[in-house]
């Protein structure tokens, strides 16, 4: 069985979240059930909001907070680390593998063979299986050594999906993957996750075309929308999402 067998229905608030001390600050709502991009101009904040979400680090200022279906807000500072883990996955940009086998990775969180394979395809790993000699009995050595960087981040991705969990965070997961590749799998992992409350932190149209609703976080300024309505709207988003 999965870790998070409910299925809680959870939106994610940033509350006048500072970033980084004296950066920029992001005040917005990952509605539950979403899929929610959010677009940093700097790539220091992009990397720092993922470590937030995970508690790795906590914010100079603000507070971030699950809102329940109820209305309730649970500060994420206040939560055990072990309740937190049930609530919400952070897959980082690093795509970093356990020893072991493909196979190992990909049931490293779920038991349930049918979120695994729907989990493999949605991040196109069937390609990567396909591919390795030995398929899902394949090594992939330290840290993932034996595989391409697009091979570990597919095999990231299908391991942090095939969880399940009621949040998901993901950092650039497919930076290493051709365009064609990406738009299936982005197209694929929305189509998954749908009611489920999802966030990547990215500046790939091809994942922020499938987002419900974008946060871009520039300077002093947090505007939302969708991406349609920030690349017409927002020149400062139109350079970060096509440089």
Do not use: K
Request: net charge negative; hydrophobic share 45%.
């Amino acid at each position: 069985m999965p870790l998070w067998p409910e299925r809680p229905s959870v939106a994610v608030r940033f509350d006048r979240v500072e970033v980084l001390p004296g950066g920029p600050v992001l005040d917005a709502t990952a509605r539950a059930g979403a899929l929610t991009g959010i677009v940093c101009d700097e790539h220091a904040d992009a990397a720092r909001l993922p470590d937030l979400l995970a508690r790795e680090s906590d914010p100079p200022a603000g507070r971030l907070l699950f809102r329940l279906a109820d209305g309730r807000d649970i500060g994420i500072a206040d939560l055990a680390l072990d309740a937190l883990r049930r609530t919400a996955l952070v897959s980082p940009h690093d795509a970093v593998l356990l020893p072991g086998s493909i196979a190992d990775n990909l049931r490293a969180l779920t038991a349930d063979e049918r979120a695994v394979t729907d989990a493999t395809r949605a991040a196109q790993a069937d390609q990567v299986l396909e591919t390795v000699p030995a398929g899902a009995d394949g090594l992939v050595g330290d840290r993932g050594e034996t595989l391409s960087g697009g091979q570990r981040q597919r095999v990231s991705l299908a391991r942090a999906l095939a969880a399940e969990p009621p949040v998901l965070v993901l950092h650039d997961p497919t930076t290493a993957v051709d365009a064609a590749t990406e738009d299936l799998i982005a197209r694929r992992t929305a189509g998954l996750r749908a009611g489920r409350t999802t966030i990547v932190v990215t500046t790939s149209p091809a994942w922020l075309a499938r987002c419900d609703r974008v946060v871009h976080l520039s300077g002093n300024s947090c505007v939302t929308g969708s991406h349609a309505e920030l690349l017409d709207h927002d020149p400062a988003y139109r350079l970060a999402v096509r440089r």
